[in-house]
């Protein structure tokens, strides 16, 4: 059963521009649904379709395969609470102070309860220190723990983001990216996450869809997408988070650690096919006792010593690709 | 002795009677004003362009209206509202409060437009957040419009105020009195020397300081009860 499943989605803009075109997506329960795509992509119109935030022309949204909402039928105002919503700007009321901030949605619910579940979720983001601060006197951190805590005290089922971590610098974009996951594995929370950080998307994401002019190019489990994606979008942003370089000709090859090879690749290169290589980039990490991840080396000068590398690797059965950077 | 100062027609007792008047003809005409003004206020955010209820004629027609009101002069309003004075009150001039339906009239189109004004700076953030968490309109226009710009509307109220202590000088007209009326009393009956007479700028001055008071104390209660970061230090 899929808790979010958006079939045939398309919308335009006022000016007629085409947003979204045909999306189809199917977000199970419990997946962490990254949505990964350059600025203008439509990325943020498709997740603010999901809980009515925008309308669009064409299509069907099912949530537990009720019909959630359509071009024709607005979504209900009590599906919200199940749908939550974080955003890049935090968007807490500067008014109100944290206990207020996340006690919002109870009080629009009429829960006689809100202020005992407002403050459990305060202390489950850890702020129970703040719990009647400001807005204005937190960090932007704090900040988006206060607008978690208040999708959070409504119980919900699934949590948007709305490239949540965007506005955060890079250890703070891990701890709240840490605190999603957790509220994944401890309450079952499907989360989908719009960003254009390769990295955001790479630390808590099961699976992903790369969307780019208003469709889906390439979909699928975290690791096959990012180790070996296809469409060229794809593997502009994948690559391109990752390598910053001024490589400006330069020939190299990709060899992916798809968690199927175990033993000392590089260190066998050199020893077998007597190549000295130097390695450009390295990106790997072990997981469940199996390597994943790639390690981009320069591709040598010599197209003898070349052709013997690539040979080596096709006899070894290693996943490689060349790659020419522009 | 302050008597002494003083022409025989204005006692100390009168300007404090006159002030007294302006005081109460001023916050009653502008909490009336406001009981229309900020629903319509509300209506003319909610019904404008990327509103809550976006809708372009009800947006057009009342902005028309409030720019006509808006546009009218006051002493004409007096004179128009004669008959609506008389059929409430009984009598259209000569009594303090039969000037309070023309300054509603000429102040709550005003109050709208700033009313309007102050819901335009609430960031749409919120209000989406608002609407992501469940909210009805209703709840938003409640507990994050007027909240969120509360600051804004005690500044815009205060402004208001001010506003209808200078619509009070047409009080003179229907001899409805207060302190402003007074002075042009004071300067009818003393156009030669006025501008040498003490009682003339006491009566002045005191118009002055009412003015200050309540646009000093209307500010420290609008940034008293502003969350907002504060660049200031």
């Known amino acids: ?326 | 002795m302050l008597n002494h100062f003083f022409l025989a027609d204005v006692s100390a007792g009168q300007i404090f009677t006159g002030l007294g008047y302006t005081v109460l003809m001023t916050f009653i005409a502008t909490i009336a004003a406001y009981l229309i003004g900020l629903p319509l206020g509300v209506l003319l955010h909610l019904t404008s362009k990327n509103g809550m209820l976006e809708n372009k004629p009800v947006n057009l027609v009342l902005g028309i209206i409030v720019n006509i009101l808006r546009s009218v002069p006051c002493l004409i309003l007096v004179v128009i509202c004669m008959p609506w004075t008389r059929a409430w009150f009984g009598r259209a001039s000569g009594e303090w409060y039969t000037i309070l339906i023309p300054l509603v009239m000429a102040t709550f189109a005003f109050v709208a437009r700033i009313v309007e004004q102050s819901l335009a700076e609430v960031p749409a953030g919120e209000v989406e957040a608002a609407r992501s968490l469940g909210a009805t309109n209703f709840q938003i226009i409640k507990n994050v419009l007027i909240p969120e710009s509360r600051s804004g509307l005690i500044t815009g109220f205060v402004v208001t105020l001010v506003n209808v202590i200078g619509y009070t000088s047409f009080a003179y007209n229907i001899g409805a009195g207060g302190l402003i009326a007074d002075i042009w009393t004071f300067y009818s009956k003393n156009t030669a020397d006025f501008m040498t007479q003490f009682t003339f700028w006491l009566m002045i001055i005191v118009v002055v300081v009412l003015v200050q008071v309540i646009q000093e104390l209307g500010a420290l209660i609008a940034k008293s009860v502003d969350h907002r970061r504060k660049f200031k230090k």
Request: overall charge negative; hydrophobic content about 40%; aromatic content about 6%.
């Open chain 1, 1 to 326: 059963m899929s808790t979010i499943r958006i079939q045939n989605l398309s919308k335009r803009f006022e000016d007629n521009h085409l947003v979204l075109d045909k999306i189809n997506l199917n977000i199970e329960k419990g997946d962490v649904y990254g949505i990964l795509g350059l600025s203008g992509a439509g990325k943020s119109t498709l997740v603010r379709c999901i809980n009515g935030l925008e309308t669009f022309d064409e299509g069907e949204i099912y949530f537990n395969d009720e019909l959630l909402c359509s071009s024709t039928k607005k979504i209900d105002h009590s599906y919200r609470r199940r749908i939550g919503m974080i955003f890049q700007n935090f968007n807490l009321l500067q008014q109100k102070n944290v206990l207020q901030n996340v006690a919002l949605g109870l009080k629009f619910a009429h829960d006689a309860d809100m202020i005992q579940k407002a403050k459990e979720a305060i202390i489950r983001v850890g702020l129970q220190d703040k719990m009647y601060a400001y807005p204005s006197q937190l960090s932007g951190g704090q900040q988006q723990r206060v607008a978690i805590a208040r999708t959070l005290a409504l119980n919900p089922e699934v949590i948007l983001s709305d490239e949540a971590t965007s506005a955060l610098d890079p250890d703070t974009t891990n701890s709240i990216l840490d605190l999603l996951s957790e509220l994944n594995k401890d309450y079952g929370i499907t989360i989908v996450m719009i960003s254009h950080q390769m990295n955001a998307i790479e630390r808590i994401c099961n699976k992903v869809a790369i969307i780019s002019d208003g469709t889906i190019v390439e979909d699928g489990p975290l690791q096959e997408v990012f180790l070996n994606p296809k469409a060229d979008v794809a593997k502009q942003l994948i690559y391109s988070s990752h390598i910053h370089t001024q490589m400006s000709d330069e020939q190299s090859i990709r060899i992916l650690f798809d968690g199927n090879l175990d033993e000392p690749i590089i260190a066998n290169i050199v020893k077998d096919c007597d190549v000295l290589v130097s390695i450009l980039y390295a990106d790997t990490k072990i997981v469940k006792g199996k390597v994943y991840g790639q390690v981009l080396i320069k591709d040598p000068e010599s197209s003898i010593e070349s052709d013997k590398v690539k040979q080596y690797l096709t006899a070894k059965n290693v996943k490689f690709e060349e790659v020419k950077h522009a």
